[in-house]
């Protein structure tokens, strides 16, 4: 069974992601976290170090939690693929992304330096279908930024089943992912959880073009 690290967010799409893999044939031997050069806060969703190192804990795969710098992003994200096809023979990295080709375009350029294979197991064009999948799959998710102009702040908090994708097409113009930034989610159960993730939610924030739902 071939290798791989996944990309975690602690959203949907790359839980998503690690899923679809494993039920591909890869062998998921951990998921990494990136975090600001602080350590404070994941680097994708607003949510913290210690939620998303929470949330792995409930999950049967290994974890790794790394900061990373803000201008050397690239140079640390190809000599942490080296390490572990050093130390634990990975032959890919799973990624979440669905159809942003420009994001693709950067992770494949990545990858062919690295020498690593990148997979991209929900490389859809249909959301709707994916949204779909991922609800009747059994994972679990809330709503925990929403970017404002798109989604209002009423939307935090919401669990994503069919009634929220039901709700988001009445908007028209939402995509049903998320993929452009529209809002991001947090993971609390699932089918590669071993437990739910035991958490509360608290205040909403404001950021400059998000509005964030505190899990703690």
Not at 54 to 76: G, V, W
């Amino acid at each position: 069974m071939k290798k791989a690290i996944g990309l975690w967010s602690g959203g949907k799409d790359s839980c998503f992601a690690c899923y679809k893999a494993k039920l591909d044939g890869w062998d998921i031997v951990s998921i990494v976290n990136f975090t600001d050069p602080a350590g404070n806060d994941s680097v994708s969703h607003g949510l913290s170090g210690k939620v998303i190192e929470k949330q792995a804990h409930s999950i049967d795969i290994p974890f790794l939690q790394k900061p990373m710098p803000k201008n050397e992003y690239r140079r640390e994200f190809i000599e942490l693929i080296g390490k572990f096809k050093k130390e634990k023979a990975i032959e890919g990295v799973v990624f979440g992304d669905i159809y942003l080709q420009e994001h693709k375009d950067w992770i494949d350029d990545v990858c062919r330096e690295a020498k690593i294979e990148g997979i991209f197991p929900i490389w859809v064009k249909d959301t709707e279908k994916l949204i779909n999948d991922i609800i009747a799959a059994g994972f679990k998710s809330i709503v925990v930024s929403v970017c404002k102009g798109a989604l209002g702040k009423e939307f935090l908090g919401r669990q994503v089943d069919t009634k929220f994708v039901s709700d988001l097409k009445t908007l028209g113009n939402i995509d049903l992912c998320g993929e452009k930034g529209e809002f991001h989610t947090f993971v609390h159960d699932g089918p590669l959880f071993k437990k739910p993730v035991n958490f509360t939610t608290g205040d909403l924030t404001s950021g400059e073009k998000y509005w964030f739902l505190e899990i703690a």
